[in-house]
């Protein structure tokens, strides 16, 4: 592992997001970057990752990129690779971050599957029509951090199960730790539900951040959605009537 840090602010907020379920945390973390003034203090690397990278405006993105916004104090986490089956080692590195900076508080944003278990097909369809998950739910080990949220109006997780970096950290962490839980009706990225995380974190932080761009987005993907399910559906008919036809 290569752990990087260029500047060490000293007793920030950490907050972090891997991907997962909905890449609600990427998104999440991603869009504070672009609407938080930041600057790039470091990166984590792993050996055992994909040699895989991101460019985004002629620009390579780091895999793992650790960024500071002075203004609130606030270091992001930014993953835009999956640390699949090294999830103890990526926690290790954000909880030694953590301790390098003497960090007060630790936010992790993760994607949860919708209670009740749909079919594919029917929850693509509550994606598209704005219902696949209204749900932000938290767990926290901290009083303060308990108040915090639920002074935003955010419900506790009652029962759960949470697996990757975030059940790592929550199984490992002794700092103030709160893990934000965004509903999803489906694996694919829910940029809604990453709003309802944006909106929390504003709620409990102050950072005048406004979620309708992502919004926006989401709507934008939507109705792709509803134009390729379209297509599917016209596509399923043709064939269909060419089967009949076959066998008439």
Same mark, same amino acid.
């Given at each position: ?75 992001? %986490?930014? &993953?835009? $690779? ?6 103890? @080692? #990526? /926690?290790?590195? !954000?909880? =030694?971050?953590?301790? +390098? ?78 893990? %934000?839980? &965004?509903? $999803? ?6 940029? @809604? #539900? /990453?709003?309802? !995380?944006? =909106?929390?974190?504003? +709620? ?45």
């Amino acid at each position: 592992m290569e752990l990087t840090l260029t500047k060490k602010p000293k007793n920030p907020i950490v907050i972090e997001g891997f991907p997962g379920f909905g890449l609600v945390g990427t998104i999440a973390t991603e869009f504070l970057l672009e609407h938080l003034q930041t600057e790039h203090i470091g990166h984590i690397w792993f050996e055992e990752m994909p040699a895989t990278v991101a460019i985004h405006k002629n620009k390579l993105i780091d895999p793992i990129s650790i960024n500071y916004n002075k203004k609130h104090n606030i270091v992001i %986490i930014h &993953a835009v $690779t999956n640390p699949v089956g090294i999830e103890w @080692k #990526a /926690a290790d590195a !954000v909880l =030694e971050i953590c301790e +390098k900076l003497g960090t007060k508080q630790l936010i992790t944003i993760e994607g949860v599957g919708t209670a009740i278990p749909q079919p594919k097909e029917e929850a693509l369809k509550k994606v598209i029509d704005g219902k696949g998950g209204k749900g932000v739910f938290y767990y926290a080990n901290d009083t303060t951090l308990k108040k915090q949220l639920d002074k935003a109006k955010v419900a506790p997780l009652g029962e759960g199960i949470i697996v990757g970096v975030t059940s790592s950290i929550l199984l490992k962490t002794k700092i103030p730790t709160a893990a %934000i839980f &965004a509903e $999803t009706a489906i694996g694919l990225p829910d940029s @809604k #539900a /990453a709003a309802r !995380v944006i =909106e929390v974190l504003d +709620k409990m932080f102050g950072l005048g951040v406004d979620p309708k761009p992502l919004i926006k987005q989401a709507e934008q993907f939507e109705e792709k959605l509803k134009s390729l399910m379209a297509q599917v559906q016209t596509a399923s008919k043709d064939t269909e009537k060419k089967q009949v036809g076959y066998i008439g």
